[in-house]
């Protein structure tokens, strides 16, 4: 049996990211998960914020990817750097939030605000950095989906969507 969950990501990525999210999408599958998320995967004639929840609604869990969509460099007293996620994140995030759909947090290394900061929500926020090069690309994602630094909480995770998919089927029958 498969259970859905719903990816929250920009529909414009680079490379890398694109990358990085098929190789969790092949984590998913290998698990009986099937990533779900709208305007790349699924589609609607609904509003956008309708169709997000009436996916999430279909769904047993749900995955928060903080990928830069915006950059937006500072050169006045020190140089700094500003990565900005797309909005959407933290609407979907909501939405998983209050569906009480387990929640699994993971984003770029400079990512913030909202779902990104520490405290916004009960979950852990699980931190990277894409290497500088194509190359040294293929090894990160391979070694990071291989580490216990991924499969430890995406296990803990897993566990409990299949939790939430059970207790799902439990209520739905008393009703």
Avoid at 69 to 79: F, G, N, R
Avoid at 106 to 115: A, F, K, L, R, T
Avoid at 128 to 150: E, R, V
Wanted: glycine share 6%; hydrophobic share 40%.
């Amino acid at each position: 049996m498969t259970h859905d969950v719903f990816i929250s990501c920009p529909t414009k990525m680079m490379k890398s990211q694109c990358a990085f999210r098929e190789y969790l999408e092949g984590e998913l599958k290998v698990r009986g998960l099937t990533g779900r998320s709208l305007g790349t995967i699924n589609y609607s004639n609904q509003a956008p914020l309708l169709a997000v929840r009436q996916l999430m609604n279909s769904c047993d869990g749900a995955i928060i990817l903080g990928f830069t969509k915006l950059q937006i460099k500072q050169i006045k007293q020190h140089d700094s750097e500003i990565q900005l996620p797309t909005p959407w994140n933290n609407l979907e995030a909501g939405i998983a939030f209050a569906l009480n759909l387990p929640l699994l947090i993971i984003c770029e290394e400079g990512i913030s605000g909202g779902i990104f900061d520490i405290g916004a929500s009960d979950q852990f926020i699980h931190r990277f950095t894409f290497p500088n090069t194509a190359k040294a690309l293929t090894s990160f994602i391979g070694t990071y989906f291989k580490s216990d630094k991924f499969l430890q909480p995406f296990n803990e995770w897993h566990e409990k969507v299949i939790l939430f998919d059970s207790r799902k089927k439990k209520e739905s029958s008393i009703s």
